[in-house]
């Protein structure tokens, strides 16, 4: 071997071994948050929820005790509570819109009310937004029954208690943008709530960076068998964005995106962040954006293009959901407050926390991200742009196999350009912005540059 290449092959070593690190850290502050998390208090909230009655989106709305209206403004002097802690930061609202009768399950004009929490941001250069929802509402057998019990233990007491939680404690630090904890309405008549939340966001040219839906976390008890998972939740997200121009789906269809749509990225990021921060725990990612047929609070976001995804427990239960509460057979049948796993709800709830937290404290994600195809060869050289505003100690590069479902390596730069070993012909890239304690933007997937 000639001196030469000796050389180099030291020089490609010394370049590896100074360049390329893996990043472990973990925010002790997250942490610290995390153990802030209280089952007791999730299941205070889901008892509260139930003790109305019933919340149908169209039930009584001037009871103090029982209905839709009691439930909300109940969500709403929570959310004062925890503003006192928060300096002024933290504000809530109920945001009233009207509805027309649409012929199906809204039967006539009536006037809904979305339950807001808003925790402003200490940037006011920084217009970045995250979004969490719950669905106030809920339901017997009998969709259109507004006066009828329909406790929504589960559904979706559940998801609304563990984005209270996340107000409750997120209010209490500082964060640079505008954090939304929102308890929609109108979710079993047709998702109205999050579609008037999500037009809004769209017609204003919100920021959105994420949102994310909580919509049945707390059970744990596979109906019809004596399964019983408390380790997983799934995690739904679209493969194809539902709106994507033409111009996009030439890109994707070019570089074979078809499984890297923003929103799946956000759920990959999710299973990391919990791998991450979260015990016992398992993210199930399922690669379609809702249940077979089926749509959430989530689905109006992914429509408005934005970035958008579902937690949902791994087990459902039929003889808990939308099921009238009675006793058939010595069957318990309906959405009860006994049959919600608090322990499997606050470990749900953590993965939120530590997701939220970490894209709330994460850098701008880089921009201009590209790949460049000038030259055949078996490397590739990626380059982006640094984002601007909250600073960026390095960047991350996730690779995986095309046949992979996960990243499968990380790849840590200070640089905003690096020629890597590995070929685009063979692997699927992606690149994120992190500061020195590890907070990740979403990664971006890069296009051709020539
Ligand atoms: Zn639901």
Redesign the pocket.
């Known amino acids: 071997m000639k001196p030469t290449s000796i050389l180099y092959i030291v020089v490609i070593l010394f370049a590896v071994h100074t360049n390329y690190a893996q990043i472990k850290g973990y925010d002790a502050e997250i942490k610290t948050m995390l153990s802030e998390v209280k089952s007791e208090n999730l299941e205070a909230t889901v008892r509260k929820l139930t003790s109305f009655g019933t919340r149908h989106t169209l039930s009584d709305t001037k009871s103090t005790t029982r209905g839709i209206g009691a439930a909300r403004n109940w969500v709403k002097s929570e959310f004062d509570k925890y503003a006192l802690a928060s300096n002024g930061r933290l504000t809530s609202s109920i945001d009233f819109f009207t509805i027309k009768a649409d012929g199906k399950r809204i039967a006539t004009d009536s006037q809904l009310g979305n339950v807001m929490a808003t925790l402003k941001g200490t940037d006011a250069t920084d217009d970045r937004v995250l979004i969490i929802s719950g ?1 106030l509402d809920s339901r017997a057998t009998d969709v259109m029954d507004a006066t009828i019990d329909a406790p ?1 233990a589960n ?2 007491g559940s ?1 609304v208690a563990a984005m209270m939680e996340l107000a409750r404690i997120m209010s209490k630090r500082e964060f640079p943008f505008t954090l939304i904890f929102v308890a929609v309405v109108g ?2 008549q047709g998702l109205y709530g999050a579609k008037h939340l999500a037009d809004k966001a769209k017609d204003e040219k919100w920021n959105v960076v994420a949102m994310i839906n909580n ?2 976390i707390g059970n744990s008890l596979s109906s019809g068998t004596s399964i019983r998972d408390n380790t997983q939740v799934r995690v739904f997200s679209e493969t194809i964005p539902y709106l994507e121009t033409e111009a996009e789906a030439k890109i994707r269809k070019a570089t074979n995106r078809d499984n890297d749509s923003p929103s799946r990225q956000l759920a990959r990021y999710i299973k990391t962040v919990t791998n991450q921060y979260v015990a016992q725990l398992d993210i199930n990612l399922v690669y379609r954006n809702d249940r077979f047929l089926r749509g ?2 989530h689905t109006p976001f992914s429509q408005n293009g934005f970035t958008a995804i579902r937690f949902c427990e791994m087990n459902e239960n039929y003889d808990h959901q939308h099921q009238t509460v009675r006793k058939e057979n010595n069957v318990q049948y309906g959405d009860l407050p006994e049959f919600v796993d608090f322990e499997y709800m606050k470990k749900v709830t953590c993965s939120n926390l530590a997701t939220f937290s970490n894209l709330a404290w994460a850098p701008k994600a880089p921009t201009n991200v590209g790949i460049e195809v000038k030259d055949l060869t078996n490397f590739s050289t990626l380059v982006w742009n640094k984002p601007e505003g909250k600073p960026v100690y390095g960047y991350t590069i996730l690779i995986r196999e095309t046949a992979a479902p996960f990243w499968e390596k990380t790849l840590f730069v200070k640089d905003t350009r690096a020629e890597i070993p590995y070929s685009k012909d063979n692997f699927f890239f992606a690149v994120q912005a992190i500061d020195e304690l590890g907070h990740a933007s979403l990664p971006v997937f890069p296009i051709p540059i020539r």
């Open positions: 669905h929504g559904d979706d998801g979710e079993e919509d049945m959430g609070d």
